[in-house]
């Protein structure tokens, strides 16, 4: 009989400890426990912040701990009803410098973490939450940007006086010019040729008319644009809600994932997603400026004195098309903002008679906040209430005037540069979105799934073994053992992965352990059958592993291929199923030929003169 | 165990049974279509528990006369648990106006919320899309893997095996109008996969005996191979038919269809991996001498533990 080498029981030992260090993390349930930081990221959570909610809680005699994390202040309570009266404790207290969000805070021991054992993410399915899928309207960004370059060459060709008799956007997104004249017609092609560079060239023209169509790079520049900003708001607003791990994603070409654990209030998570802040450019107010027609403004970052700014508005944020950080001649960071064509016009207007005064940028925001009133029985209940923040992000002398595209200088640092040319992409939704799904898991589902998912799986993996045990005796012990260390394997693997697992995922764990058994018995009915034959038992164990090995390597490898199939091409509850049942196929291989072998091996490999085997 | 039955005696009357099946599913797949839930259909679902059990007739009545006249309103595995189902909607904040409206219609209850869905109406057809693509695609690399491994025919019998059981499978659920969401399409491929498992080991077999056996009649050696292959397959199946009824009866009403799926999709698979796939490589023509020119059987001895 062919003998196991010392290097395949070491082998397999080290990956026994593996599993089961790094499935180990899943034993420990998460602490419902509260995190609070600072609203601006500028402040991180330190001890005064940490003393205050403690004072708090104490206050109340609740039972909690209290950790300042790097980021954050947690506490960490026993029960769900605890975290949400501390929730509420402190967001009485404190509602408007800090986020206070519920959170799952895993219990892992120090030494577990140290060697980088997490525990399985659970999918919102398990632990209750919103998940939103929202559409970007793509088209619309291309059509404003379209329009805006549209109102750019009213004003150019006014300016270089080329006369057009009609001018528009087309429902293609196109641009349409009629002239009455060829000659003019030539000129206005050749100026469009030289100023402008995101159409097609050279551009559809009959004997009167020209149509502009953007080029395919450029559309798709639009497109990545429109959703890299859209993400970006999504982030800023979902940073807002104060949820712990929140997904913002992007999911295909057009489409954004958003998943709000341990959020229930969906209608209040619609209301800020949709939100938009933005942007206002104003004159910086003069000495002689009346009191009645100026208004003293804070700095965003903190940083400088309050300076007051006229009340009219040059134009706002809704006209910034782009804005990217870059550096300047001297290497200095700056922001080049690209207004649409109106906003150009206006923005033009207003500063070619004040080069040398400055121009102040105010970042204007709605939010939401929880306020408490008393009802008529004197019970306090939260109302949300909304309001306007404005703050001045950049005050910088005009040198030049200003047209659809200028720069901001007089920053900082490149950080500063990038952070405000993200302010201003983040400003406003680049395209309006729609939600096109919506998922919503209340907590005691989530609660229920789990339940349900474990004990059907536990109840499953019993049933299994009791048969494979009295149909197979010690070969049986062989793959109970074998199957239960998988199902190890594979939370240990998942844990590394970091994979979520779902409801689906569970069911494909079940499925596994149904599946996983075949190996053990295409082989144990290899061995009936050579024994049968009239082998010696030691040869017929050789001969039944030799035989079905090639067997259920042709049969895991198609049905790996159907999984990772469904991997790629699955969303939601499929992609789920998919992963435990790649993962899992791949470990029974493992665990179904290696380790029920080296088994088999340390019982009756050593024995000579074995007469019968026990199957 | 050892067997020794003679399958292929009755494969003509396994070839009616199998084509009047798979002439009801079909026939019934086009005339009543399938039960498409909410992840295909679009629309809006919302699931409630009720304290004590729930009053499905004043719920009902509460959501008429605020306006939601197309409500399904049903039990949800309890009598606690209330489902409300919205097919085919547009707008995406439905759901939370049923939740706010049932809330304060039954000021004395304390409704519990378990779970609210909205599902637009292109993603609905985009889902079922994508899936019918997976499947295809996972059809067409399962059968360049067996071709590559074994030998064209057995790759076409697979196939037919495979797309047998399909039809089947989404035949019974159109016949008893189960719902079929994305989780039991899911399902759908695991039986895809679970069927090849199925059909590859007794290709297996067929494969080995082809080469070892004596015999010249291809009729006597895929007899024997089914016959030596039964017992493994009965095991397999019992396992696995174990850990799925445990999942049925056990996992939640959010896998119970799943878990159907698979139930049948086993039961259809171990039967076609028999009468489908052995009987399409008879009817196929296959014969010792299309295996004989292959590669000597040790060179795939590398590959062992």
Known sequence: ?615 | MTFNIDFLAWRRIALIFSSVFLILSIGSWLFKDLNYGLDFTGGTLVELSYPDSANISEIRQTLVLGGFEGAQVANFGSSKEVLIKLPGTVSDSLGSEIVSLLSSSSLDQEIDLRRIEYVGPQIGSELRDDGGTAMLIALAFMMLYIAFRFQSMFAGAAVIALIHDVIVVIGIFSLIQIEFDLTVLAALLAVIGYSLNDTIVVSDRIRENLRSMESDSTHEIINTSLNQTLGRTLITSLTTLLVLFSLYFLGGELIKNFALALIFGVIVGTYSSIYIAANALIMMGLNKDHLRVEEPENADENLLP
Request: net charge neutral; hydrophobic share 45%; with cysteine.
């Open chain 1, 1 to 615: 009989m062919k003998r196991y080498g010392l290097w395949k029981y070491l082998l397999i030992l080290s990956v026994l400890c593996f599993g089961v260090i790094y499935s180990l993390p899943n034993l420990y349930a998460p602490d419902p426990a509260v995190q609070i930081s600072y609203t601006s990221s500028s402040q991180t959570a330190d001890t005064f912040l940490a003393d205050k909610v403690k004072e708090l809680i104490e206050k109340q005699n609740l039972e909690a701990k209290i950790e300042l994390e790097k980021d954050y202040v947690l506490v960490r309570t026993n029960s769900y009803q605890n975290q949400l009266i501390i929730k509420d404790i402190l967001s009485t207290a404190m509602i408007n410098d800090v986020v206070i969000a519920l959170n799952l805070a895993p219990t892992t021991p120090k030494w577990l973490m140290d060697i980088g054992a997490n525990p399985m993410k659970l999918g919102l399915d398990l632990r209750g939450g919103v998940h939103f899928l929202m559409q970007v309207d793509t088209e619309t960004a291309i059509k404003n940007r379209q329009d805006g370059t549209l109102q750019d060459l009213r004003r150019r060709f006014r300016e270089e006086k080329i006369r057009y008799s009609q001018a528009g956007v087309e429902s293609d997104a196109s641009i349409y010019l009629k002239f009455n004249n060829p000659d003019v017609l030539q000129k206005a092609e050749e100026f469009i040729s030289d100023n402008y560079s995101q159409f097609n060239f050279p551009l559809i023209s009959d004997a009167m008319s020209l149509r502009l169509v953007l080029s395919d790079l450029e559309i798709e520049q639009i497109e990545s644009d429109a959703i890299d900003q859209n993400l970006t708001t999504l982030r800023n607003r979902v940073n807002e809600l104060g949820v712990s791990e929140p997904i913002v994603q992007r999911q295909g070409k057009k489409r954004i994932v958003v998943q709000l654990p341990g959020i229930q209030d969906t209608a209040e998570a619609k209301n800020i997603l949709g939100k938009t802040a933005t942007l206002e450019f104003h004159l910086e107010a003069q000495m002689d400026t009346p009191r009645s027609r100026k208004t003293s403004y804070p700095y965003r970052n903190g940083m400088g004195a309050p300076a007051f700014l006229q009340d009219a508005i040059i134009l706002g944020g809704d006209q910034v098309a782009t804005a990217q950080a870059s550096f300047d001649e001297n290497g200095l960071p700056q922001v080049n903002i690209t207004l649409d064509g109106e906003g150009g016009s206006k923005m033009h207007r207003a500063t070619r008679g004040n080069i040398g005064k400055r121009l102040g940028v105010l970042f204007v925001e709605q939010k939401t906040r929880t306020v408490y009133e008393r009802d008529v029985e004197g019970k306090q209940i939260p109302v949300q209430e909304s309001y306007e923040v404005k703050e001045i992000i950049s005050l910088a002398t005009i040198r030049a005037a200003l047209g659809t595209t200028f720069r901001i200088t007089g920053l900082d640092s490149p950080s500063e540069s990038s952070e405000l040319a993200l302010l201003l992409r983040a400003g406003a939704l680049a395209a309006p979105m729609t939600f096109v799904e919506e998922r919503t898991v209340g907590p005691s589902l989530g609660a229920d799934n789990i339940q349900a998912g474990i004990f059907s799986m536990i109840l499953g993996l019993l049933l299994v073994l009791v048969f494979i045990l009295f149909y197979y005796r010690v070969f049986g012990i062989a793959a109970s053992l074998a199957l239960t260390f998988n199902i190890v394997l594979l939370v240990a693997v998942m844990s590394i992965l970091s994979a979520t697992l779902t409801l689906p995922g569970i069911a494909g764990i079940v499925l596994t352990v149904g599946m996983a058994v075949d190996a053990n018995v295409l082989i144990f009915s290899r061995i009936r059958e050579e024994l049968n034959k009239g082998r010696e038992p030691l040869e017929a164990i050789d001969a039944g592993y030799n035989r079905a090995f090639l067997t259920i390597w042709d049969a895991n490898v198609t049905t790996l291929i159907v999984a990772v199939i469904l991997l790629s091409y699955g969303t939601g509850p499929v992609k789920g199923f998919a992963i435990t049942l790649s993962i899992g196929i791949i470990t029974s291989m493992f665990t179904a030929i290696m380790g029920t072998r080296a088994f088999v091996n340390l019982i009756y490999g050593s024995r000579k003169n074995l007469e019968r085997i026990s199957i």
